[in-house]
T-cell receptor, first 113, second 113 residues
Framework: DTGVSQNPRHKITKRGQNVTFRCDPISEHNRLYWYRQTLGQGPEFLTYFQNEAQLEKSRLLSDRFSAERPKGSFSTLEIQRTEQGDSAMYLC???????????FGEGSWLTVV | AQSVTQPDIHITVSEGASLELRCNYSYGATPYLFWYVQSPGQGLQLLLKYFSGDTLVQGIKGFEAEFKRSQSSFNLRKPSVHWSDAAEYFCAVGSGGDYKLSFGAGTTVTVRA
């Protein structure tokens, strides 16, 4: 069990650029989640996958955001045309199916300048 | 909709003293409740969780929490804090089916010598 892995850990980008974050869940975990956390706030749910299927998306996930989980393993979160308001920590988490703990990664910090 | 309130934004406690962090939730059905801890710039670590059964749950690092349905509360306690307990603590509530978590805004704990 190597834990949930996220990269890059930090990303500074100029407004208008695209960024992509990758998440590798704990092996055998078929559920994968993305959350966003801004300074002074708790994490907010963005989306989750069961295997390769994206089952729910928050209204926070605007059309500039897209998440994928091809083959039901790792996942990517892409933000297009970044805005300063996108600056946050993006947390990935994974779990087995219902009845199990959600494990979080270390997060990917995004700063949009 | 589910929600969590953590009334205390910041708590300062002396090393060796007891600690109690408050959490109130709003959820229509039986809640699934969690406490996570986050060190600066890091991801979330699960301290403990309540799904059902005994309302007093034990967690890691000497923490415990008590579920009180009548008060819609899930307060976290530790009898004697250590300097390493300085961190931000988040209470979260999840729905049974998909474990989409709703987090409180967090309580920052400072430990003074």
């Amino acid at each position: 069990d190597t834990g949930v892995s996220q990269n890059p850990r930090h990303k500074i980008t100029k407004r208008g650029q695209n960024v992509t974050f990758r998440c590798d869940p704990i092996s055998e975990h078929n559920r994968l989640y993305w959350y966003r956390q801004t300074l002074g706030q708790g994490p907010e749910f963005l989306t989750y996958f069961q295997n390769e299927a994206q089952l729910e998306k928050s209204r926070l996930l605007s059309d500039r955001f897209s998440a994928e989980r091809p083959k039901g393993s790792f996942s990517t979160l892409e933000i297009q045309r970044t805005e300063q308001g996108d600056s946050a920590m993006y947390l990935c988490a994974s779990s087995l199916q219902t009845g199990n703990t959600i494990y979080f990664g270390e997060g990917s910090w995004l700063t949009v300048v | 909709a589910q929600s969590v309130t953590q009334p205390d934004i910041h708590i300062t406690v002396s090393e060796g003293a007891s600690l109690e962090l408050r959490c109130n939730y709003s959820y229509g059905a039986t809640p699934y409740l969690f406490w996570y801890v986050q060190s600066p710039g890091q991801g979330l670590q699960l301290l403990l969780k309540y799904f059902s059964g005994d309302t007093l749950v034990q967690g890691i690092k000497g923490f415990e929490a008590e579920f009180k349905r009548s008060q819609s509360s899930f307060n976290l306690r530790k009898p004697s804090v250590h300097w390493s307990d300085a961190a931000e603590y988040f209470c979260a509530v999840g729905s049974g089916g998909d474990y989409k978590l709703s987090f409180g805004a967090g309580t920052t704990v400072t430990v003074r010598a």
